[in-house]
């Protein structure tokens, strides 16, 4: 063996930095590609799963991509909007649920941190692997989109190319945003809050994509609901999608000095973000690995005092509800992680949020025409999307960085899952379904004040325990028990979409009963079949037993 | 080699590491030793970057810490306590992943992973194979360890790197840090096994609430406090004894 530090000082350092930024994107990609943990797999069976999966999905997203088709005779500016207001959705929404994992990895500390690598050489290849899936994702989205554009009204060849380049720019924007957002947030607020602050800024980020994705064409489309929307609108500037619409209506479109001006503030924002993140603040990163590696830091709770929780389940009413330990302890484990666990809230509300901004949304749009009053299917789905939020929830709160630590509760003597499940399920609908639930009430009773169509609103709230009782089905989503991996596939997303389909169907069966004068006839039928279902559904899933573990 | 002066850690109000001293020449293999939570663990991460220290200096291999932090890391084989690998790839591909790190040219890396792949009995296949997520609790320590050593670092920081090891890779294991001592490397070894320290170690740093209590030759420290062994010696300095008593009390409680 020679001597690494001869061997190191003979490699030029350039070249050697070259050389790492190679590998580490290769790293991350494998990583991204094949998720960071694999049991008991072979290299020939696993790695491919989650790439296979991966074109299942860019599949869908290039299926979706079509509905662009719809604003074939639009301008090219209004298309351009649509596509980078559901672009900038889709990879607001993918970076900002992967950023934590991909950028603030804790295990990642120990692998990599005390190896001769630049925190920038490091960021960067973490960054470049986002832009890259992002850009996938990004493609197959506006695949349609592209075509839609070149043979649209005012459209020309040049489309396409003009459209990649402001994807391109988009998700290099998106991307940096992300990094940067986190970095001030480590550079102003320190390590003590550094995970909090890390959760609420991905909240808040996805939630204002999803907010700006919705918003944006409905304001570009109807230009009648606010007087004045258009390219030369003042406002609209302010909307990042609107910039990198701008920049295709320049390059392929009518080329309007107000596109240009669009354009070119979509060039100066993704390379001031860009420089901002990567060229300032990219030592930031390294102090901000290093926090994530002090461990037992903090100040401890007072001797003696009970959390918060404790004294929680120990008082009425909850006491009466938790008779039995199991459930109640899985009511506080299930608890504990939805506040503290970083791992679990980076997945959870990200993941959950466009189910809390739908609602109003829906209902919103609802209104905008009236909806409040004549809109009865905006108001049913409204609660119907609400009842997917214990669905959603139970879903993903089975997967855990801990997920091996969940063995514990097949050591017990239990014979199945389902009072660890009964638990999860008490907390969920607890600490996340009535809080929105009572937030949407207040404001529809604000908003539908004086307006009978509130009633609407029970089909949707009425079906919540069958929702939330479908994850659990065949002794599945037991609490924290799954490899985080799992929360990407494909086969859930379809479920999930299953769901959501049949929850508009009854939205419209509700609408549809009330314009008929059938509506309470059609609640109690609705509230006798959750009755049965929820009674065959606990049965079922108290007669699950353990599934071998393999 | 190492040389640390008044070395401190602080999380918030709670000090981990508390203006630890010591230096350690070439070629010295050290114990260091401390009951839970003691700050061995936050002083083998501050000197292999992993955390910044909150005062004081370190100089590793004729390097601040903090001035030349990828000079020392360079430098630097470290085997963390938890042992943490990227699950999803094969042994090989990890690696060849880390030997790239520090910039040895590929074909150099496979004949080095070789050199360990006879050393510690891996199977060359299983090392192609499998990945490292269904690797065995000792196998993956293999790995970890042969990825601490590839660069061939004048320091390397071990904390407890025989956990999970067997009886004979164990034994393999000790032969080889003497081997690499006697080389001139710079060993420090933290573990809570105290027999292996007091048969391996050349020297033995004692500390308990991130202060430094002991630092001699493991012999002579014995023979200064009447205590027979190392690990007597461990219980009597950082308060140990008094558990054996606890012990007693909390079996017959227990019963009752």
């Known amino acids: 063996m020679s001597d690494p530090a001869a061997a190191g000082a003979a490699t030029a350092g350039d070249a050697r930095i070259a050389s790492q930024a190679r590998i580490l994107r290769r790293l991350f990609l494998t990583l991204f590609l ?48 649509y596509l980078h207001a559901m672009t900038f959705m889709f990879l607001g929404m993918f970076v900002a649920s992967s950023a934590g994992e991909v950028l603030f990895n804790q295990e990642e500390g120990d692998i990599l941190l005390h190896r001769p690598v630049q925190p920038r050489t490091l960021l960067w290849a973490k960054v470049r692997v986002l832009v890259e899936v992002s850009l996938w994702v990004a493609g197959a989205f506006n695949l349609v989109g592209c075509l839609a554009g070149a043979m649209g009204r005012g459209g020309s060849w040049l489309f396409p190319l003009a459209h ?35 959760t609420t800024t991905q909240v808040l980020f996805t939630i204002v994509t ?61 390379a001031a973000v860009l420089w901002s993140a990567f060229g300032r603040l990219a030592l930031t990163y390294e102090s901000g690995l290093r926090a994530l590696n002090e461990r037992g830091s903090g100040r401890g709770r007072p001797r003696g005092r009970r959390r918060w929780l404790d004294r929680l389940v120990s008082a009425p009413p909850l ?40 609602p109003f949304v829906v209902l919103f749009q609802g209104g905008t025409r009236g909806g409040f009053r004549h809109g009865g299917f905006s108001t049913a789905f409204a609660s119907g999307y609400l009842g997917l939020i214990p669905l959603f929830s139970m879903s993903l709160l089975q997967y855990s960085q801990h997920w091996q630590a969940a063995d514990v509760f097949r050591a017990a003597p239990l014979a199945g899952p389902a009072a660890i499940c009964r638990g999860a399920r008490r907390a969920v609908l607890c600490f996340l379904t ?69 929850a508009v169907v009854l939205s419209g069966l509700a609408g549809w009963a009330r314009h008929l004068g059938w509506f309470w006839p059609f609640l109690l039928a609705e509230c006798f079949g959750v009755l049965v279902a929820c009674a065959v559904m606990t049965r079922s899933i108290g007669a699950e037993v353990w599934a071998s573990l393999e | 080699m190492i040389v640390l002066d008044r070395l401190t850690k602080r999380f918030g109000s709670q000090t981990a590491v508390d203006e630890l001293s010591f230096a350690v020449p070439a ?92 050393f510690f009995d891996l199977g060359f296949d299983t090392l192609t194979d499998k990945l490292l997520g269904a690797y065995s609790k000792g196998m993956r320590r293999k790995v970890v360890i042969t990825a601490a050593l590839l660069h061939n670092p004048p320091v390397v920081f071990f904390d407890e790197p025989l956990d999970g090891l067997d009886a004979n890779a164990a034994v393999g294991f000790k032969a080889l840090i ?79």
């Open chain 1, 210 to 270: 999803v907010m700006a994705a919705q918003l944006v064409p409905r304001l570009v489309m109807h230009p009648h609901a606010i007087s004045g929307v258009g390219i030369g609108a003042g406002w609209i500037v302010l909307l990042p999608p609107a910039w990198f619409a701008g920049l295709d209506d320049a390059l392929a479109g009518t080329g309007a000095p107000s596109s240009w001006l669009l354009g070119l503030v979509a060039v100066a924002a993704s």
């Open chain 2, 178 to 256: 003497q081997a690499l001592a006697r080389e001139g490397k710079t060993i420090v070894y933290s573990s809570h096994i105290l027999d292996v320290v007091e048969r391996v170690c050349h020297r033995v740093i004692i500390i308990d609430r991130g202060r430094l209590l002991l630092d001699g030759k493991p012999e002579e420290l014995v023979a200064a406090h009447q205590a027979g062994s190392l690990e007597r010696l461990f219980t009597q300095v950082t308060g140990g004894a008094e558990l054996e008593r606890r012990a007693e009390d909390f079996g017959r409680t227990f019963r009752s």
């Open chain 1, 319 to 358: 006491c009466w509800w938790f008779r039995d330990p199991v459930t109640r302890a899985s009511f506080v484990l299930t608890s504990a992680y939805l506040f503290r666990d970083r791992d679990t809230k980076l997945r959870l509300y990200p993941g959950i949020s466009p189910m809390l901004i739908m």
């Open chain 1, 164 to 198: 990649a380049l402001s994807t391109t720019l988009e998700a290099v924007f998106c991307t940096s945003s992300v990094v940067l957002v986190y970095q001030l947030c480590l550079g102003w607020f320190g390590r003590e809050r550094l995970e909090g602050l890390m």
């Open chain 2, 27 to 118: 070629g010295q293999i050290v114990g260091f030793l401390g009951p839970n939570g003691a700050g061995k663990s936050t002083t083998l991460r501050m000197l292999t970057g992993l955390i910044e220290p909150t005062s004081g200096t370190a100089r590793v291999a004729g390097f601040d810490l903090q001035r030349d932090p990828i000079e020392v890391k360079r430098r630097v084989g470290f085997v963390p306590e938890s042992g943490a690998v990227f699950e999803s790839l094969s042994g090989l591909e990890y690696l060849e992943m880390v030997a790239a790190l520090y910039g040895i040219p590929p074909k150099a890396a496979r004949a080095r992973i070789e050199q360990f792949i006879s």
């Open chain 1, 434 to 502: 009535f809080p929105v639930l009572l937030l949407f009430g207040l404001v529809i009773g604000w908003f539908m004040r004086g307006t009978p169509d509130w009633v609407l609103l029970l089909p949707g709230v009425v079906t919540m325990p069958v929702y939330a009782l479908i994850p659990n089905l065949g002794g599945r989503a037991v609490p924290f028990s799954s490899p985080i991996e799992g929360a990407k596939s494909v086969g859930r997303g379809l479920r999930m979409f299953g769901v959501m389909m049949v």
């Open chain 1, 34 to 81: 094949r998720g960071r943990g694999a049991r008991g797999l072979r290299r020939g069976t696993a790695p491919k799963s989650i790439a296979q999966k991966l074109w299942v999905t860019l599949a869908l997203y290039a299926l979706t991509g079509c509905l662009a088709l719809l604003f074939r005779r639009q301008s090219v500016f209004a298309l351009g909007v």
